[in-house]
T-cell receptor, first 114, second 112 residues
Framework: AQSVAQPEDQVNVAEGNPLTVKCTYS??????LFWYVQYPNRGLQFLLK??????LVKGSYGFEAEFNKSQTSFHLKKPSALVSDSALYFC????????????FGPGTRLSVLP | NAGVTQTPKFRILKIGQSMTLQCAQD?????MYWYRQDPGMGLKLIYY???????DKGEVPNGYNVSRSTTEDFPLRLELAAPSQTSVYFC???????????FGSGTQLSVL
């Protein structure tokens, strides 16, 4: 079975400070890992993915994520938060032997305070 | 460049009514998906399709049906609406080997 945990329902950070949104996963086989962002009344938008290769993945809008196999984690990071980064963030996983069955975490609401 | 288009955006149903949520994509993607989003629960996969004529169940398929007669369209059918189907429904598509999902803007459904 596949599963994703996002241990924080809400993350608050001051504008200009670094931010981290946490994600841990469980999957048999090699994991394909993703981050998506959802703004109010919109569909999800792709931020970045890890399939293979370098453990540090860079994505859209200055976000990056680090794959840690031993800790089964894929935390989302940004060096300097913007108020416009405030949104709902979802981590997702697909095991390489699970077909097209992507599993999403429950989401973390990020609030960047001016 | 429309991407993934969902209609309607909002709908209120009475218990026992039926309806079809429409989804169309213009990116020639082989793979299409239906998810439902409930507060604090993330997205749950209802059905997906890897090509025209091929569909498969996801995590929460009960109460729903799908068909895929063309590459572009992937409608989701609710036959006997129940309050438990009150949710926001998202359609998505992707192409083989890309792994990036493109989402529509969603349909907010209330069953009363």
């Amino acid at each position: 079975a596949q599963s994703v945990a996002q241990p924080e329902d809400q993350v608050n950070v001051a504008e200009g400070n670094p931010l981290t949104v946490k994600c841990t996963y469980s999957v048999s086989g090699n994991p394909y890992l993703f981050w998506y962002v959802q703004y109010p009344n919109r569909g999800l938008q792709f931020l970045l993915k890890y399939i293979t290769g370098d453990n540090l993945v860079k994505g859209s809008y200055g976000f990056e994520a680090e794959f840690n196999k031993s800790q089964t984690s894929f935390h989302l990071k940004k060096p300097s938060a913007l108020v416009s980064d405030s949104a709902l963030y979802f981590c997702a996983v697909r095991g390489d032997n699970y077909g097209q069955n992507f599993v999403f975490g429950p989401g973390t609401r990020l609030s960047v305070l001016p | 460049n429309a991407g993934v288009t969902q209609t309607p955006k909002f709908r209120i149903l009475k218990i026992g009514q039926s309806m079809t949520l429409q989804c169309a994509q213009d990116m020639n993607h082989n793979y299409m998906y239906w998810y439902r989003q409930d507060p604090g629960m993330g997205l749950k996969l209802i059905y997906y399709s890897v090509g025209a004529g091929i569909t498969d169940k996801g995590e929460v398929p009960n109460g729903y049906n799908v068909s895929r007669s063309t590459t572009e369209d992937f409608p989701l059918r609710l036959e006997l609406a129940a309050p438990s189907q009150t949710s926001v429904y998202f359609c998505a598509s992707s192409s083989p080997g890309n792994e990036k999902l493109f989402f529509g803007s969603g349909t907010q459904l209330s069953v009363l």
